[in-house]
Structure formats: C-alpha cells, structure tokens
C-alpha cells in the first residue's frame, strides 16, 4: 500500500476523533492509508492547535490595598499593558512556564511554519520523483538537469531552514518573555515584602 496518501482536512478531523476514542496509530494509519509518522504529526498540530486557541473562560479575583494597587498599575502602565486583566493573564502564564503574550502570533506563526514546512517537503519529493525518472531515461520530454535539480534541492533547503528559523525566534521570543515575566514577578514578590 502506498504511503504517500495526502489528508485531508475531514480525514485531520476524523483521526483526532478516533485517537480520542483510543484508536491506536498504526491502526489509523492503516485506515487512512499514510504512516504512523503522519499520524503522529496530525494528532501533534491538533493538540498545539487547542494550546494556541485556549479561550479564556474563568475568573481570578484577589482583594488588594490601594498602596498595591497603584503599584500594580504603575508597573503595568510601565510595560504598555494596558488593562489590568491582561498583567494578571501573563503574570499567571509565566507563572506556568507558558509566557504567550500574543496567542494569535503564536498561532499564525505556527501555521506559517508548518505551511513552510509542507511545501519544503513538497518540492524534495517533486526533485526526487524527477531525479528517479531521468535515471530511468523517464523524463517528459526535456530531462531535469543537474543545474536544475541542485536549484530545487536549494529552494527546498531554504523553505525547510526558513521553517526552522520561524520556529528558532519563536522560541527565542518566548524565552525572552519568560525572563521579562520573572524578573516582573520578582518585583511584585519584592514589592510585596
């Protein structure tokens, strides 16, 4: 069976489904005719998906003097945040390791990615295909040069290392703001004392 099946987005949906069900990998990749890999990356994007899209739905309250207030609003202030929700928001996220100031950000950036990733992907497998057919004397009419096959190997290069690069400065990024958010809270805990 050929493993080379493209997914579609109602197949993505269903192998979430079913993997939610206990369906185990090998068994879906049978089903939908990819391999385990495919499946394993499916069911990857669509739990940092449901990360990158968590919808905030609870309420935190805290009874505070006016004294620590007026700091917390002077700090705030200070960092261009501009509602007291949102301090409370990020200093719980870096509480928690998970400092993402920019949600949406983080997830177009991640569809970027893995978009860049796909293509990348798609262009070796295109220089692959047409190197096996010049060797196999297969070519469709004009035969696919060296010259030109190093220029897809170039540009599929660039688009995987260009996926990477994204997801280097995001990473970059987040820690930087792990570390903003550690030293805010050193000053809350600091204030506070």
């Known amino acids: ?4 099946k493209r997914l579609t987005d109602a197949d993505r949906l269903e192998i979430v489904r ?4 206990g369906i185990s990998t090998s068994v879906l990749a049978e089903r939908f005719g990819v391999s385990v890999r495919a499946i394993q990356y499916t069911l990857k994007a669509d739990a940092e998906r449901q990360t990158d899209a968590a919808i905030p739905v609870l309420a935190v309250s805290v009874k505070v003097t ?5 700091a917390l609003d002077e700090v ?13 928001r990020r200093l719980i996220q870096a509480a928690g ?3 993402v100031p920019d949600a949406q950000m983080a997830a177009e ?3 970027y990615r893995a978009s860049l990733h796909e293509v990348g992907n798609g262009v ?10 010049n060797r196999q004397g297969q070519g469709a009419g004009s035969e696919l040069t060296e010259l030109r096959l190093a220029q897809m190997r170039g540009l599929a290069r660039f688009i995987l290392d260009s996926a990477d690069e994204i997801d280097l400065l995001l990473r970059r990024r987040r820690d930087a703001m792990q570390l903003e958010a550690t030293v805010a809270l050193r000053e ?5 004392e």
């Open 124 to 133: 070796a497998q295109i220089a692959k295909q047409m190197t096996q057919a």
């Open 109 to 111: 950036m991640a569809r």
């Open 1 to 4: 069976m050929s493993r080379s």
């Open 188 to 192: 809350f805990a600091h204030a506070a």
């Open 18 to 21: 079913e993997a939610a069900e």
């Open 97 to 99: 390791g998970v400092f």
């Open 76 to 88: 705030l202030a200070e960092a261009g945040i501009e509602s007291r929700a949102e301090g409370l």
């Open 66 to 70: 006016a004294a620590e207030l007026a």
